[in-house]
């Protein structure tokens, strides 16, 4: 084998052991579903304002076949891309307390947010909590039984034969959900704030975002089932993550998806009827709902404000 031979293997080794041709492959697979994919999205750290990235921005590029006219819904998908040979990926999980009458706001609540006036919701909630209730049934999380609430790294001694501690490990899990926590709020935000400076609001935005970590590597769920530790290897964890958001000072929360490469189409057709059902529920409310969002404003330039009920 020749020098040039050889390096070309050494250095098709190493690249198959970052991240990047995940990322490629799952773009590929997000084009082909119809999604409009920008890779190494930039977005500025709302704390440190340093500039980052994150590895995928996807957002839907199918025509809906509803026509929005006082609601307008932004969906898109944030994802990083993780590829750990030397380490497997554990999530310790607890029963989905969503699904037992508590709020799913404290699931979702950074994800999932609207220009929409707080003060036209009859039921004395911010609309954003409205929203999400009337979201959370309809869409994937609520079909988790389980809920990820910690996460560990754990070292496969007979691939890594030495004592130290890869990149790729708890680290990396905790760099990639801050990532997609901080993007997700900056660009939420971002998008309502733009809309919020306009002097008048000809539509409403809602915003709904999933945060995504694609993993090609070994992936379990770990509970406790009389007091012992079962493990059981998957290919969708769903874990929850809290932010403090630095725009309204609120810690909020984020449903983060754990998929594993091999699960990305199915996981993606899962997204889509979220996205089909988040529209059909703006379809259904959108008109009672701008029509009091825009008698809001009207007040509000005059000086009134309305009280809830």
């Known amino acids: 084998m020749t020098e040039k031979r050889k390096l070309e293997d050494y250095i098709r080794e190493k690249v198959a052991e970052s991240g990047y041709p995940l990322e ?22 709302p704390e440190t304002k340093e500039g980052r990235s994150i590895d ?10 509803i026509k929005f006219r006082e609601i307008v ?7 990083e891309c993780k590829k750990s040979n030397n380490y497997a990926w554990v999530f310790f999980t607890r029963p989905n307390e969503y699904n037992k009458g508590l709020s799913p706001s404290n699931l979702m609540s950074g ?8 003060n036209i919701n009859p039921y004395g909630t911010s609309m954003d909590d409205w929203l ?18 910690a996460y ?34 900056y660009r939420i935000h971002g998008h309502l704030g733009l809309l919020n400076e306009k002097k008048k609001v000809s539509q409403e935005l809602c915003c709904l975002m999933f945060p ?11 509970k406790d089932q009389l007091g012992e530790l079962v493990l059981e290897r998957k290919n ?37 009827e979220d996205i089909k059902n988040l529209e059909i529920i703006i379809s259904k409310h959108q008109d009672s709902i701008g029509i009091g969002a825009q008698k809001e404003r009207d007040a509000k330039q005059k000086g009134f404000v309305f009280k809830s009920r």
Do not use: W
């Open 212 to 222: 995504i970590v694609v993993f090609d590597g070994d992936l379990f769920e770990a």
């Open 56 to 65: 995928i921005l996807a957002t839907p590029f199918f025509e809906s076949s």
């Open 236 to 272: 969708h964890v769903l874990l929850k993550t809290d932010y403090l958001c630095p725009y309204c000072r609120k810690i909020e929360s984020y449903g983060m998806d754990i998929v594993h490469k091999s699960f990305v189409k199915e996981f993606i057709n899962e997204i889509n």
């Open 152 to 185: 560990h790294e754990v070292k496969n001694k007979s691939l890594d034969k030495s004592n130290k501690r890869s990149s790729t490990g708890r680290q990396e899990i905790f760099e990639a959900i801050i990532q997609l926590t901080k993007f997700v709020n």
């Open 111 to 118: 994800q999932c947010k609207s220009s929409i006036p707080n």
């Open 24 to 45: 490629i492959e799952v773009s590929n697979t997000l084009e082909s579903l119809g999604y409009a994919v920008h890779n190494t999205h930039y977005f500025q750290d």
């Open 132 to 149: 999400i209730l009337e979201l959370y049934p309809n869409l994937h999380y609520a079909s988790f039984e389980r809920i990820a609430i």
């Open 73 to 79: 819904p932004f969906e898109s998908l944030a994802i």
